[in-house]
């Protein structure tokens, strides 16, 4: 059973950083591209960033030069690195796990709270 577990949310500052963690256990980890989605309230869940299992990253453009996201496939985790954060960052982070190019996620963690405030 493929388990994924966020952990790194909290509140921070206006131009604060914070990192999230995701750990994959139950699963090969480097065979799957894998990602960070966000769902703020009222909203509907969005892209945030992703990484292939060979390290290519993409971001959403309100993240884009701000968040970094990486891997570490010794460790099975993949990392956010959130920084110059801004009020409408605020929102609950979901990781992802995906085998397929194209194809939706195989996997979701359940999700951890960022909130920006000051």
């Known amino acids: 059973q493929v388990q994924l577990v966020e952990s790194g949310g909290g509140l921070a500052q206006p131009g604060g950083s914070l990192r999230l963690s995701c750990v994959v256990s139950?699963?090969?980890?480097?065979?799957?591209?894998m990602g960070w989605y966000r769902q703020a309230p009222g909203m509907q869940r969005e892209f945030a960033a992703r990484?292939?299992?060979?390290?290519?990253?993409n971001y959403a453009d309100s993240v884009k030069g701000r968040f970094t996201i990486s891997r570490d496939n010794a460790k099975n985790t993949v990392f956010l690195q959130m920084n110059s954060l801004k009020p409408e960052d605020t929102a609950v982070y979901y990781c992802y796990a995906r085998r397929y190019i194209g194809a939706a996620p195989d996997y979701w963690g359940q999700g951890t709270q960022v909130t920006v405030s000051s």
């Open positions: 139950g699963s090969t980890f480097s065979m799957y591209a």
């Open positions: 990484i292939t299992n060979g390290g290519n990253t």
